[in-house]
């Protein structure tokens, strides 16, 4: 039996739910094999499209997400049970997760079978992009509590996406990249750990499912010998 091809995905979302379900599910017929989900800067920032601070930006960089009946939607005609789904949210990522699975229960898909990522990384936000909604230690809470949650009820979910990109992005040099992405996953760690909520035996699918998004900036030589050196770390 050959082995199955690498998930291929494009990361979007724009303008609504029901525009963006129509273009995930031309892209899925035209042989994408899963999703990657913009979200609009109000969600993000934990703001309906209707709340006076969220006026000129919804729908501008990502899909409006605002309760249950948005996410039944942007999944319309999609088996969630049969989906690797990404989801590029951080501040938020805790409730746009909980809608997400509330969904899959709606369609009958076991919590055991979901599988995709939560990008779920609060400290870069908070370094980098400014779209953090909590002080780093509550984000760091439900960052935690998101990893708990996932280890027992989703086995197969990637609940937290390191994400070093957008510090380079801010300035940081490669070195400084890879050094604030160890030092964020290793305090997310060892949160899990001081929380008494996870025992010896589950620690290592914790780590084994947190993932990494990297930068691969112009300097060639240097961004190899970076990626180099961060398998070995």
Same mark, same amino acid.
């Given at each position: ?19 963006? +379900? ?5 892209? /899925? &017929?035209? $042989? ?5 989900? @913009? ?44 989906m690797n789904t990404s989801m590029t949210i951080n501040a938020t990522a805790a409730w746009l997760l909980a809608l997400y699975v ?17 990008? +779920? ?5 908070? /370094? &980098?992009? $400014? ?5 780093? @230690? ?96």
């Amino acid at each position: 039996m050959p082995d199955k091809p690498w998930i291929f995905r494009t990361y979007a979302g724009h303008s609504t739910a029901a525009a963006s +379900n129509a273009l995930y599910r031309k892209n /899925l &017929s035209k $042989g994408q094999t899963g999703l990657s989900v @913009a979200f609009d800067l109000p969600t993000q920032t934990g703001y309906d499209s209707d709340h006076p601070l969220a006026k000129g930006e919804v729908g501008k960089v990502g899909v409006p997400i605002c309760h249950i009946g948005d996410m039944r939607t942007l999944f319309d005609g999609i088996p969630l049970g049969a989906m690797n789904t990404s989801m590029t949210i951080n501040a938020t990522a805790a409730w746009l997760l909980a809608l997400y699975v509330a969904l899959a229960d709606e369609q009958g898909a076991p919590r055991a079978e979901l599988q995709g990522t939560t990008q +779920n990384d609060i400290i870069k936000e908070y /370094l &980098s992009r $400014g779209t953090y909604v909590f002080p780093p @230690a509550p984000s760091m809470r439900l960052t935690k509590d998101v990893i708990l949650f996932t280890t027992k009820e989703m086995p197969k979910w990637n609940p937290m996406n390191v994400c070093s990109y957008h510090l380079q992005e801010a300035g940081a040099t490669p070195v400084q990249e890879l050094a604030f992405a160890l030092a964020t996953a290793i305090g997310v760690l060892d949160a899990v750990k001081a929380s008494g909520q996870c025992a010896d035996e589950e620690f290592g699918d914790v780590v084994g499912r947190i993932s990494f998004f990297v930068n691969a900036g112009l300097r060639f030589i240097t961004e190899v010998c970076k990626m180099r050196a961060f398998t070995e770390l």
